[in-house]
């Protein structure tokens, strides 16, 4: 059975992502605590996540994959 996924749940996802944190509630229903295994499989199913919710409200939805490095790499 898939889950009916919210904006609010991937807003929800988006903030844990952004702040490192590895574990989100989401209120459901029905309402339940993730512990994700990495930032990687959270990012994956914000993607998904994204995907779903746009396809409900039947408008394509776009979003950019930022990084980091802790140099300029000279």
Do not use: H
């Not at 944190?21 to 994956?44: A, T």
């Amino acid at each position: 059975m898939a889950i009916p996924w919210t904006q609010t749940d991937v807003d929800k996802l988006a903030a844990a992502v952004a702040s490192g944190v590895l574990s989100v509630e989401y209120d459901g229903p029905p309402s339940r605590r993730v512990q994700y295994q990495s930032l990687k499989e959270m990012r994956s199913l914000l993607a998904e996540m994204i995907a779903a919710v746009g396809n409900t409200a039947g408008t394509r939805s776009r979003f950019k994959r930022m990084g980091t490095s802790k140099g300029f790499g000279r």
